[in-house]
């Protein structure tokens, strides 16, 4: 399974960007998708989840901000960001639960990361 990022880069506060992920490979079913970063010299946080059937969990440091969503039919997961901080600035990986066959447990993958940098 390969999971490919794209959409960070260089935008002022206030702004906005938008993150997609694209999972391919030995897909059969995607449970939990989701959305962490890390920031330098800071440990990898959680910042958005999204279930199959759509459920989605946010950081309170993104609440009101932030969208997750998904294409299930795509193996997509997006993370829409809006009003943008300096302190949002970090590497950003999207994350999956992928089942590979029928009946089998879902398996963790991490997607290698796109850079998201505001300016103040």
């Known amino acids: 399974v390969q999971l490919q990022a794209s959409g960070g880069g260089l935008v002022q506060a206030g702004g906005s960007l938008r993150l997609s992920c694209a999972a391919s490979g030995s897909v059969y079913s995607i449970d939990s998708m989701g959305w962490y970063r890390q920031a330098p010299g800071k440990q990898r946080e959680l910042v958005a989840t999204?279930?199959?059937?759509?459920?989605?969990n946010y950081a309170d440091s993104v609440k009101g901000r932030f969208i997750i969503s998904r294409d299930n039919a795509k193996n997509m997961v997006y993370l829409q960001m809006n009003s943008l901080k300096p302190e949002d600035a970090a590497v950003y990986y999207c994350?999956?639960?992928?089942?590979?066959?029928?009946?089998?447990?879902?398996?963790?993958?991490w997607g290698e990361g796109t850079l998201v940098t505001v300016s103040s």
């Open positions: 994350n999956v639960y992928v089942r590979i066959l029928p009946g089998y447990n879902p398996v963790n993958y």
């Open positions: 999204v279930t199959k059937g759509g459920s989605t």
